[in-house]
């Protein structure tokens, strides 16, 4: 359950008899955040010596500002990095293992080797991330990754291949832990989900536009380069020219944003002090550390993604791969990644906005492993035959629905963000679950052979149930949130607080105002919002489930 606010309000309304007003802002003293905390918000905040109060019309306006500024360059970025990505199963289908004189699992390694230069660079980005100012750190990383690519291009076997594409998952390692602190730093917890979502959603777009590019390049005849060499070159080259536009237009944090004025600055920060997250600090704590990976929920969230990654590797990789086992051509199998893309937007973002309305991430992500399961009894019971097209594309169709690339990631993104506080806290538990999404990654493409071609039953079936063991961990994860909050009940209890308060940060706008109700006793749960406390600590937090 995402948040206790209408229920749990209307209880708390009538036990402590809160008048209920309407139109209320939201308003705290600059004194409510610690700056020894390490969090700049609150050294912002306590600067500015004012009351800052942030009305319903103040909170649209700043929140279409950040959607408007922030979001396109997460979107273009994304598709670009998904786009990079793909360009190794574009090129398979263009003869990439021919040309390159690839033998036995050496595709299989170039699809792998990605995720374990992703997996060794993690701890490293985690603390670059806290360091480190967030715009810039993306630009850079966006323009070494372009770099690589382009230098992809000169690679003519699998030693030079797996050279540039290990160096290729070093840089493109940190797009997934940036874009999960922008958006904690950034938006609030009931509007995270589907930013999370809007920004994953891209890998539809590439499967769709990308299908279409590579489609174009691979008609593209050259004495000197082989189709695939192509289409890593065009493709880093673009990448390296908007890694300009994120150096320059990327803003760091709300704190030092340049699109907004001093006063809005000081309301970017204030929506987000119901969050209990903090927004920004450069200090890094290894008791932060320590707290991470001794919490069970850490462990859940590595758990869930290290599942859906071992099917995605596999899927990404040998997905094109698997749809040309069907009869179809390598032209044909491009452009049937169209509508392949359709399937991954309509799924992601379905899913955030079923998320966020019914405000529950574990029911839903356990409905989602419905058709990713029929799709793998489809592909499993049907013989790969050209006879057979259309009811294996339905069922390759709604794997699609389940990967990592689509629908479930995001929500547990989203799930693992809007659960975690402090700082160093939240950069550790984002390297831990990119982590376990890149070990999954490396096993998945080793489950599937060239030798099981078309059917590569080994795979599809690790897949079937890999979909279940994710139901079994999305109800005990549930159960283990339900009982934390329980834990935090009990202590507010203990020091004089409400044993149930209004979590505001996971109401929409008109929540807000219908059940705006504000007492001295509620606006005091803001208190530690930005003393870059952890979630465990603060018995504030409210967990969402």
Known sequence: MESESTRDAAAYDQKNDVQTIENVPEKHHVEGGNAAGGD????LLQNANETVVVSPEDNARILKKIDLTILPIMLAVYFLQQLDKSTLSYASVFGLQTDAHLVGQQYSWLGSIVYVAQLVTQPVIAYFLVKLPTGKFAGVMVLCWGIVLSFMAVAKDFKGLITTRFFLGCFEASVGPTFIAITQMWWRRS???????????MNGVTNMVGSLLAWGLGHI???KLYEYQIIFLACGLLTVVFSVVVYLFMPDSPVDAKFLNEHDKLLAVERLRANQMGVVSTKWKWEHVTESLLDLKTWFWFSLIFSISIISGGITTFGPLII?????????TILLNIPFGAVQIIATMGGAYLATYLKRKGPVLALLCIPPIAGCVILLCITHVSANRGPL???YYLVDCGKVLTSLAPLIYSWSSQNTAGETKKKTTTAIIFIGQSAGNIIGPQLYTKTEAPAYRRGLLSNLVLFIVLIILVILTTLWLALLNKRHSKQRVQVGKSAVIIDRSMMNSHERTVDGAVSEQIEDTGNKA????TDLKNEDFIFVY
Do not use: C, H, I, M
């Open 40 to 43: 700049r918000a609150a050294e």
């Open 191 to 201: 509007e995270q989900t589907n930013r999370n979502a809007a920004w994953y959603a």
């Open 221 to 223: 005849k050259s004495d």
């Open 324 to 332: 040309q086992g069907f009869g179809f051509n390598p032209f044909s």
């Open 393 to 395: 594309l339905v069922g």
């Open 530 to 533: 930005f003393d870059d406390e």
